[in-house]
Nanobody, 126 residues
C-alpha cells in the first residue's frame, strides 16, 4: 500500500513562494506517476500538475502555468511543487496523488489516481 505524506504548506503573502513536498513509501517511487491537486473550501478537487514516471512529461493547469513547477527526486522518494508568484486564488488544501499508470489522457482526473495524501493547507493573503 502506497503512503503519501505532504508538507510545506503555510500562510504567505501574495507574490511570494512556497515549496510543497510529498514523500511516498510502499512502492518503487520511480515507477509512480505523481501529481498535485488542490481543493478550496466548498469546491471540488482540481488538478494542478503531474509528472509521469515513464517519460518524465509534465502538465499543468492553465492557471498555474509558468508559476508552478513539479519535479521529483527518485532517490529520496519525493515529489515537489514549487509555487512562485502566489495569488490569493491559489489558497486551497493541496493534495499529493499517485498512480503506477504511465502517460494517459486522464491525468487531470482525480479518479485516475490510486493513492492520496492527507493534504497540506496553503493560504495566500493579498
Amino acid at each position: 500500500q502506497v503512503q503519501l505524506v505532504e508538507s510545506g504548506g503555510g500562510s504567505v503573502q501574495a507574490g511570494t513562494s512556497l515549496r510543497l513536498s510529498c514523500t511516498a513509501s510502499g512502492h518503487t517511487f520511480s515507477r509512480l506517476t505523481m501529481a498535485w491537486f488542490r481543493q478550496a473550501p466548498g469546491k471540488e478537487r482540481h488538478f494542478v500538475a503531474v509528472m509521469h514516471w515513464n517519460d518524465g512529461s509534465t502538465f499543468y493547469t492553465d492557471s498555474v502555468q509558468g508559476r508552478f513547477s513539479i519535479f521529483r527526486n527518485n532517490a529520496k522518494g519525493a515529489v515537489y511543487l514549487q509555487m512562485n508568484r502566489l495569488k490569493p486564488e491559489d489558497t486551497a488544501a493541496y493534495y499529493c496523488a499517485a498512480t503506477p499508470k504511465g502517460v494517459d489522457a486522464e491525468y487531470d482526473s482525480a479518479d485516475w489516481y490510486d493513492y492520496w495524501g492527507q493534504g497540506t493547507q496553503v493560504t495566500v493573503s493579498s
